[in-house]
């Protein structure tokens, strides 16, 4: 498959600069600037983290463990046919149990035992809706959601981080020129990066459910989002006598 290529894009949140009222003391009484700065940078998404699973019930332990475990292992044969790495899949839940007896101990119906299996599928963003589909018709019917992310997340950071300097500096210049005073050496700088992610198919597992289970009813199409990062600095320069 093509690599892809990052795109991000620059957003500006806000930028406040403050001229400090108050000196801040180092070597000597020393008046500064302080600016504060947020950006945001967002980019396609390049992974894909697929969380779905198969659920039946059958009123022994027995034929509910036996039925899920046939029908598990069709799903996952399916999904190494079509290419998917067997490390790329993960077990999260493996589950039996016995229905509870929703009626009051009067009533005459049996209870039923539920097994269910659900894995992670980690892919590439543009391999998520095959993997979807051939998991579907090999019989799975959760699709609980699709988490979407950068295949270089450190990267994202630096260029949100970047981006919040850059501009925290040039406000800092701008305000040293409104206020007619030299701008002097950096003091101090301090940063944070948050973490935003966007287009994350999340609550569509019982949607997914009901396109299983009706053959003649198009599937779901997902669509990769964006991922985003927001870095926001704070920096002090001192004031040149």
């Given at each position: 498959?093509?690599?892809?290529?990052?795109?991000?894009?620059?957003?500006?949140?806000?930028?406040?600069?403050?001229l400090s009222a108050r000196p801040q003391r180092s070597n000597s009484d020393q008046k500064t600037i302080e600016i504060s700065a947020t950006e945001k940078v967002q980019a396609r998404a390049e992974i894909a983290a697929i969380k779905?699973?198969?659920?039946?019930?059958?009123?022994?332990?027995?034929?509910?463990?036996?039925?899920?475990?046939?029908?598990?292992?069709?799903?996952?044969?399916?999904?190494?046919?079509?290419?998917?790495?067997?490390?790329?899949?993960?077990?999260?839940?493996?589950?039996?149990?016995?229905?509870?007896?929703?009626?009051?101990?009067?009533?005459?119906?049996?209870?039923k035992f539920t097994a269910s299996q659900q894995w992670q599928i980690h892919s590439k963003a543009s391999d998520a809706q095959r993997i979807v589909d051939v998991a579907v018709a090999a019989g799975a019917n959760q699709v609980e959601?699709?988490?979407?992310?950068?295949?270089?997340?450190?990267?994202?950071?630096?260029?949100?981080?970047?981006?919040?300097?850059?501009?925290?500096?040039?406000?800092?210049?701008?305000?040293?020129?409104?206020?007619?005073?030299?701008?002097?050496?950096?003091?101090?700088?301090?940063?944070?990066?948050?973490?935003?992610?966007?287009?994350?198919?999340?609550?569509?597992?019982?949607?997914?459910?009901?396109?299983?289970?009706?053959?003649?009813?198009?599937?779901?199409?997902?669509?990769?989002?964006?991922?985003?990062?927001?870095?926001?600095?704070?920096?002090?320069?001192?004031?040149?006598?």
């Amino acid at each position: 498959m093509p690599n892809h290529r990052l795109i991000a894009c620059v957003l500006l949140l806000f930028a406040t600069p403050v001229l400090s009222a108050r000196p801040q003391r180092s070597n000597s009484d020393q008046k500064t600037i302080e600016i504060s700065a947020t950006e945001k940078v967002q980019a396609r998404a390049e992974i894909a983290a697929i969380k779905l699973g198969f659920q039946n019930q059958a009123a022994t332990k027995d034929a509910a463990y036996s039925e899920n475990t046939s029908s598990a292992n069709k799903i996952l044969q399916a999904l190494l046919d079509a290419g998917v790495p067997s490390e790329a899949i993960e077990t999260e839940t493996l589950n039996l149990s016995q229905d509870q007896e929703r009626f009051g101990p009067s009533s005459n119906r049996s209870a039923k035992f539920t097994a269910s299996q659900q894995w992670q599928i980690h892919s590439k963003a543009s391999d998520a809706q095959r993997i979807v589909d051939v998991a579907v018709a090999a019989g799975a019917n959760q699709v609980e959601q699709v988490d979407w992310s950068v295949a270089d997340d450190k990267e994202l950071e630096a260029k949100a981080y970047a981006a919040a300097l850059k501009r925290a500096k040039e406000l800092a210049q701008q305000t040293a020129m409104q206020s007619g005073v030299k701008l002097g050496d950096l003091v101090s700088i301090v940063n944070s990066v948050n973490e935003v992610r966007f287009g994350r198919a999340g609550g569509r597992g019982m949607a997914m459910y009901a396109m299983a289970a009706s053959p003649k009813m198009a599937m779901l199409k997902l669509q990769p989002g964006m991922v985003e990062r927001e870095a926001s600095v704070t920096v002090v320069f001192a004031i040149a006598p």
